[in-house]
């Protein structure tokens, strides 16, 4: 007999799956490669602005003379620092690598909580079972993504949805935690990276200095996930974490994160 679809347990898969990927993934190179830059200029990615960030910092408030930078990368950089200083701000906090990691692990821990309960929950439980089972790209499917979407995406900074500018407003972290949301819907919706990625880009008309870190950020963190028995390991693994009934990585995680957050 087949499992009855439940939406709590769909939500809590995606929500441990970006914490897998981004924990064990991600942040491992973050600090992995916080003793040194690993990507040259022309590969650059989210990572490389986290873990070096005062020498990008450097390079990107210079006139340009030492490193060549072309204005494109200067201006988008920039403006990433910028919102990222004044989101650390807002926080009370300095702009430090440390800091940085630690905020970005602590969105990982807190990933779409908002889906979790109140309206959202509601309006899930509601749209969701119709929505996946809906032809993609069909009027249906449309109208059930914008009530299913937009009010989610309207409240949580890892949208672009969030911001008056859209993705213009996003800091390195903001990005960071879409770009592991985007390849966790990837691999739950069996989607191509790539083509993911090029969707992206049209909906958002996504500037192509920017997109070029996104995209090297894909590829330098998940681009072994285009092997079909990657992909099926990660799900299966995240899958037995979810139906543990004696561990969620989540909840603990949380705790861990709360109980040194007050030591500090």
């Known amino acids: 007999m087949e499992k009855e679809f439940q939406v ?3 939500l809590q ?3 441990v799956l970006v914490y897998f990927l981004g924990r064990n ?3 491992s190179d973050i600090v992995q490669y916080g003793d040194g830059v690993n990507h040259g200029l022309d590969d650059l990615d989210l990572v490389d602005l986290i873990s070096q960030y005062y020498l990008f910092e450097t390079m990107v408030s210079t006139d340009g003379a030492i490193y060549h930078l072309e204005p ?3 201006e988008t950089v920039g403006r990433i620092f910028e ?5 650390f701000a807002s926080l009370g906090k300095p702009l430090s690598p440390e800091n940085l990691r630690e905020e970005f692990l602590r969105r990982l821990l807190f990933h779409d909580d908002s889906k979790l309960e109140g309206r959202e929950l509601e309006q899930n439980k509601e749209y969701l079972p119709s929505y996946l089972s809906a032809e993609e790209g069909s009027v249906l499917a449309n109208t059930l993504e914008v009530k299913l979407r937009y009010p989610h995406r309207k409240e949580n900074r890892h949208h672009p949805e969030y911001f008056e500018n859209g993705i213009e407003g996003m800091n390195v972290i903001d990005l960071l935690e879409m770009t592991v949301d985007m390849v966790a819907h990837m691999l739950m919706e069996d989607k191509k990276l790539i083509l993911l990625m090029t969707q992206f880009r049209e909906e958002y008309q996504v500037e192509p200095m920017l997109y070029q870190l996104l995209l090297h950020t894909v590829l330098h963190s998940f681009g072994y996930l285009s092997q ?3 992909k099926e390991q990660i799900l299966r693994t995240v899958a037995r974490m979810v139906n543990n009934p004696h561990y969620s990585v989540i909840e603990e995680g949380k ?3 709360t109980l040194s957050y007050k030591e500090v």
């Open 255 to 257: 705790k861990a994160y």
């Open 25 to 27: 993934f991600v942040f």
């Open 228 to 230: 079909e028995e990657e």
């Open 8 to 10: 709590e347990e769909f």
């Open 83 to 87: 919102n990222t200083k004044t989101y």
């Open 13 to 15: 898969f995606h929500k």
């Open 72 to 74: 494109e990368f200067k």
